[in-house]
């Protein structure tokens, strides 16, 4: 049995919780509560709150709404694009220009996804280092040194060392060249101007471009697309001149006129009419691979007779398929994976905009300029089991059995806080657990350092209201029994309470009297999960902090009493405490 | 070795380094540590693999003499080793230095034959991380990873799977708490 480690999940106040939720299995929604928000407890196991909690390090504070912002209720902003192996900055307007992959000598392995290293054909086999390349001669490949693939493999090899993504970009697999977009496109004008008018049957018979294009060729993808974009492009500007519609036929999607057009190519079948492009308003498809189509017959019986031979060990798995651009059926069709991009970004409040998290530009520092975390202004729960538990017994929680638990609250502020905790007596769910915190409000001491704390103590004790102090020599001595509205321990800025658990009993045949009312409306199995104690714990934080919120967490507390004003921030959390037995 | 310990697990260094009696390190005048380091028992450091290729700037040279490089507050787990990362290059076999900056967690069984690792970079436990690996700083390599050799980790990285991926991003609020300050003070001499 895996050990479990108890873990505390922040609820972000963005979730919309009065939309009632339905559970897998479940017939009806549920009725509507008709409960205030106070009164209703929050369900952890419901299928929306998986949504809706993180952990307190994955959470930010806005200052100027004064609310907890998880990554849901926030906004992205890109600072810089890089590429996450050769770590160089990417202008955006290359992103924009280029794509999202680096275009310089950064791939992945197509096998495994390992990066892959240049490495000269004459150099020892077993050279490693990419970065020696330059002083080697050609022809040079792309090694994994996780799984030992080689671009050899794919009948891929380079002239030169760097710039490997230009010059992957002109090899087919097999080591064939790609002829350029450019080239195409020379071909395809010369076509037209040569053979505008005639048929298609004559069109491609005579075809003599200059460099030769084969209207049966097989293109791959790229060319494909280029050709096939091209064509349509061509097609919309003849059958609707641009003066009449007023698009300039690139991307000029738009207008209505445009859409009814593209809705006309797959309504109006333009098959049966050979001479439909000379009329307007019709356009015709494409007809060759000079046009972009690719009618591939034989792809269908190489790709069985290539199975037939080599088997099921020559295929490419999903995973690897994923990773490519394009149909790639065979690993011999895989081809090395240009690295994606990685950004670097700032975070604002959904809300009201105000930045929360911004990082240096530069890809290489990892300072902020603004970081607001949760972590700075709301209380940390840390959970442990009160009695010790021995390396020899059991890591489960016992069914019926109670349990305590030691909440330790440390906060985080300058100024001093007062934490009020609610839970159900039981929590939600068919196996519900009884749940008692001991000490549902106290007082945690403000985040001064241990110099002003000192000064404090010597002038006022008012930040802690009078409460009685207990030394951790106290509580480990005396008392050993936890009582009821009391702190169990209490330091400069943190306090620990205790809270009694007794888990559920998961056995389904138990005697009816013992049963949930929820079990009683849904018996079956333990679902996945249900094993797992979770504590919903409502806390309410109220302090008085210094007007104006800009640096209520950060600035210099204390200083100024004057101008001072009361504070609240009240949420969910759920606590995981452990598992229960099933046994 | 004698069944019992009389004296406490660790030696400590003048500088606040923590030295297991128990572990392995070999070359020990190859070796830099910054200072409050623990080295736990059973940990294997290789300082004597040193770079026997000769350097070819000037500057370089009087970093010969060094294969392991590490800063301050780092943690050696038990088990886990630390070998400078080695190839052919011209025909001749050489190790390379490797360095480790601060507050570098390193998780039991875990072996290390990276070039560099960065500041703040949790590595878990049996974790691979291969040849001339780079490892910048903000990184967390999850339990049982393999990263492959040549791989480099951008900052802010969650890096998980045989061979290594990224799998996620480093949260805003995660960078604090991968300061091992409090981890160093916890260790006791018993
Ligand atoms: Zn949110
Ligand atoms: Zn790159
Ligand atoms: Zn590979
Ligand atoms: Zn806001």
Redesign the pocket.
Same mark, same amino acid.
């Given at each position: 049995m895996a050990s479990f480690t108890p873990y505390t999940y922040f609820q972000c106040p963005c979730t919309d919780t009065s939309t009632p939720t339905r559970n897998l299995g479940d017939e009806q929604p549920p009725e509507t509560e008709e409960n205030s928000d106070d009164e209703r407890t929050f369900d952890p196991r419901a299928p929306r709150s998986n949504y809706s909690l993180y952990p307190l390090e994955h959470l930010f504070y806005c200052e100027d709404c004064h609310q907890i912002r998880c990554p849901r209720c926030v906004l992205d902003e890109i600072v810089t694009w890089y *590429?996450?192996?050769?770590?160089?900055e990417v202008p955006s307007s290359t992103v924009k220009s280029e794509g999202n992959r *680096?275009?310089?000598? *950064?791939f992945q392995c197509p096998i495994c996804v390992a990066p892959l290293s240049v490495s000269s054909l004459e150099a020892p086999p077993e050279g490693l280092g990419a970065e020696l390349a330059s002083q080697q001669n050609g022809p040079f490949v792309l090694n994994c040194a996780y799984c030992m693939w080689s671009s050899k493999e794919t009948g891929i090899q380079f002239e030169k060392p760097n710039g490997i993504f230009a010059q992957l970009a002109k090899i087919k697999n097999g080591g064939e060249p790609i002829l350029t977009a450019k080239d195409r496109r020379k071909d395809r004008e010369e076509r037209k101007r040569d053979f505008s008018g005639s048929s298609a049957a004559e069109e491609s018979q005579e075809n003599e471009a200059p460099i030769n294009l084969d209207p049966n060729e097989r293109l791959d993808p790229e060319s494909q697309f280029s050709n096939l974009k091209a064509f349509y492009q061509t097609q919309m500007a003849e059958s609707s001149p641009v003066s009449a519609l007023g698009f300039t036929g690139d991307y000029g999607y738009g207008s209505p006129g445009a859409l009814s057009r593209i809705m006309g190519l797959y309504t109006g079948g333009s098959y049966a009419d050979k001479k439909s492009k000379t009329k307007s308003g019709t356009m015709r498809e494409a007809r060759d691979a000079l046009e972009g189509l690719q009618i591939d017959p034989l792809s269908d019986e190489d790709a069985i007779n290539k199975l037939r031979t080599e088997g099921w060990e020559s295929t490419a798995s999903a995973e690897q398929r994923h990773e490519q651009t394009t149909h790639t059926p065979f690993l011999s069709d895989l081809r090395p994976v240009?690295?994606l991009l990685r950004t670097k970004r700032s975070k604002r409040c959904k809300t009201c905009r105000h930045i929360l998290s911004k990082p240096e530009s530069k890809v290489q520092t990892t300072r902020f300029r603004i970081r607001l975390v949760a972590l700075n202004y709301i209380p940390s729960i840390i959970i442990k089991p009160l009695q010790p538990i021995l390396p020899t017994a059991s890591p489960l929680l016992a069914p019926l059995n109670p349990v305590q638990f030691l909440l330790t609250f440390k906060n985080p502020l300058f100024d001093s806080v007062k934490v009020t905790l609610a839970t159900p007596a039981k929590t939600p769910g068919r196996f519900p657990t009884k749940v008692t915190v001991l000490c549902p409000q106290f007082e945690v001491g403000a985040n001064t350092d241990v110099w002003d704390e000192a000064l404090r103590d010597n002038n006022t004790k008012s930040s802690l209201s009078g409460e009685k102090r207990r030394t951790k020599a106290e509580a480990s001595e005396g008392q050993h029994q936890a009582e009821a509205g009391k702190v169990w321990e209490r330091g400069r800025n943190w306090v620990s309470v205790v809270v009694e658990v007794v888990p559920p009993s998961l056995r389904i045949e138990d005697s009816e009297w013992l049963k949930s009312e929820e079990m009683k409306r849904d018996g079956g199995e333990v679902r996945d999960g249900e094993e797992v104690v979770e504590i919903p714990v409502f806390v309410r934080v109220e302090w008085e902090g210094e007007v104006g919120g800009e640096d209520s967490g950060l600035g210099g507390g204390g200083k100024d009493k004057e101008v001072r004003e009361k504070r609240e921030l009240a949420y969910w959390c759920v606590l995981g405490l452990g598992k229960v037995d099933v046994d | 070795m004698s069944k019992k310990q009389p004296k406490g697990e660790y030696i400590e260094t003048d500088t606040g380094n923590k030295v297991s009696r128990r572990s392995q390190i070999i070359g020990t005048t190859n070796i830099i540590l910054g200072g409050k380091t623990v080295i736990q028992a059973e940990v294997i450091i290789r300082g004597d693999l040193l770079r026997t290729y000769p350097a070819s700037n000037p500057s370089e040279k009087q970093g010969n003499t060094v294969a392991v490089a590490i800063g301050r507050y780092c943690f050696f787990s038990r088990g886990c080793e630390l070998r400078p990362p080695g190839k052919l290059y011209k025909g001749q076999f050489s190790h390379y230095p490797l360095k480790i900056a601060d507050h570098v967690f390193v998780g039991p069984s875990s072996i290390i034959e990276a070039a560099l690792i960065g500041s703040h970079v949790n590595i878990g436990s049996n974790v691979v991380v291969g040849k001339f690996a780079i490892i910048k700083d903000y990184v967390r390599i999850l339990d049982g990873s393999v990263v492959p050799p040549n791989m480099v980790i951008p900052s802010f990285s969650v890096v998980a799977g045989r061979p290594a991926r990224v799998v996620g991003e480093i949260a805003e609020g995660e960078v604090d708490g991968m300061d091992l300050r409090e981890v160093y003070r916890a260790v006791g001499n018993g």
């Open positions: *590429c996450p192996n050769c770590l160089f *680096c275009t310089r000598s *950064c240009a690295y | -």
